[in-house]
C-alpha cells in the first residue's frame, strides 16, 4: 500500500465494469471499465493519449483516481476532461477523493471532504459524476473508535452536500478497518452513518485480505453496497493483486447477490501489476466479458 499512498497524498484500485441501472438500460446491459489507478503512470505522463488507450482495449467507462491536491482531473478542468472522455466515448460514474484531515508538507489538501468541498461537488457534478468516494485513509486519519467516530460524521456531512447536486457519497474500504479495538471494528462505526447520504464502494479484494465474507456484509447490510471494486488476489503466501480470473477469490458466485448488494457498477483495479497495466487490464476484460457480463 505504499505505492498507493503516496499517490493518494501527492494528488488527492485494477478497477472497473459498470452495470447501468435497469431504469436506463434494458436487460442490465454491461458497460465495461477502468479506475484510472492502475494505469496511473501514463494518466500522469499523457492522460489523452492513455485514454484512447484504454477505449482501444474495449473500456467504456472509467473510475477517476486524481482530483484532490490540484483540484483538476488529471491536470484538466472539468470541462476540458469532460471532452476528453466524450472523444473517447468514456462515461465516468465514479471518481475518488481524500478526507483531508492530513496535511501535505504541513499544508491543509483542498479538493477534499474537509477543504473546499463544494467546488469538489460542483466540479463533479459539471463532469457528470454520479458518485463521490472517499478513497482511504491514512495512518494519520484513523485512530480510536472516537476519532473514526469524527469521520464518520464528517462523511455524513459531506454526503448531504452531495446529496443536493444529486451525488451519492460512498465510502470505499481496505482491511485496516477491520482490525478489531475491543469488541468493534472500526468498519462498524463507518456503516453506522446514514445508509442514505452513505454508501459504500466494496473492495471485495481488501475485504478477503481482512478475513471477511462480502456476501456475509450483503446480507447484513443489503442494498448499501452500489459500487465494487473486483480485483483478484493470487494464490501465494502474499495473496498479492492479481489480473481477473487469474487468483483465488471466487466472483462468480459473488455476482450472484448483486441485487442483495444493491451493485449499480463494479470496478475493476490492479494496484500492481507484473508487466505492463494494459496488458493486465487486458487479460482481465478479456475474463470479464467472458464471465461476468
Known amino acids: ?22 431504469s436506463e438500460f434494458k ?11 492502475t494505469v496511473r503512470d501514463a494518466m500522469d505522463k499523457d492522460p489523452v493519449s492513455a485514454l484512447a488507450k484504454v477505449t482501444q482495449i474495449g473500456y467504456t467507462s472509467v473510475e477517476g483516481a486524481t482530483y484532490t491536491g490540484t483540484e483538476k482531473f488529471y491536470g484538466m478542468s472539468p470541462s476540458a476532461f469532460k471532452k476528453v472522455l466524450k472523444q473517447n466515448g468514456l462515461v465516468i460514474p465514479s471518481s475518488h477523493y481524500r478526507l483531508g484531515e492530513e496535511k501535505t508538507n504541513g499544508e491543509i489538501v483542498s479538493g477534499t471532504l474537509l477543504h473546499d468541498w463544494n467546488k469538489a461537488v460542483d466540479d463533479a457534478a459539471e463532469v457528470g459524476i454520479k458518485y463521490m468516494v472517499c478513497a482511504y485513509l491514512s495512518e494519520a486519519e484513523r485512530g480510536d473508535l472516537d476519532h473514526y467516530k469524527y469521520v464518520a460524521d464528517q462523511l455524513n456531512i459531506a454526503g448531504e452536500r452531495c446529496k443536493k447536486s444529486g451525488i451519492q457519497l460512498c465510502y470505499h474500504n481496505h482491511n485496516f478497518e477491520f482490525e478489531k479495538q475491543g469488541d468493534t471494528y472500526p ?34 447490510h443489503p ?25 483465488i477469490i471466487d466472483f462468480k458466485e459473488i455476482f450472484k ?21 494494459f496488458d493486465s487490464i487486458t487479460k482481465s476484460i478479456k475474463y470479464i466479458k467472458k464471465n461476468l457480463v
Open 257 to 277: 447477490y448483486k441485487n442483495k448488494a444493491g451493485m449499480k457498477y463494479f470496478f475493476v483495479e490492479q494496484d500492481k501489476c507484473p508487466g505492463t497495466p
Open 187 to 220: 468498519y462498524d462505526i463507518l456503516m453506522a452513518t446514514d445508509k442514505d447520504l452513505v454508501k459504500m464502494e466494496m473492495d471485495i479484494y481488501w475485504i478477503k485480505k481482512a478475513g471477511q465474507d462480502p456476501i456475509a456484509l450483503f446480507n447484513k
Open 1 to 22: 500500500m505504499a505505492t498507493r499512498r503516496s499517490f493518494l497524498k501527492s494528488t488527492s484500485l485494477l478497477s472497473a465494469g459498470l452495470f447501468i441501472a435497469p
Open 27 to 37: 436487460n442490465e446491459t454491461p458497460l465495461i471499465g477502468l479506475q484510472l489507478y
Open 223 to 247: 442494498g448499501r453496497f452500489p459500487l465494487w471494486h473486483v480485483k483478484d488476489m493470487d494464490n501465494t503466501p502474499a495473496r498479492d493483486f492479481t489480473e481477473i480470473g487469474n487468483g
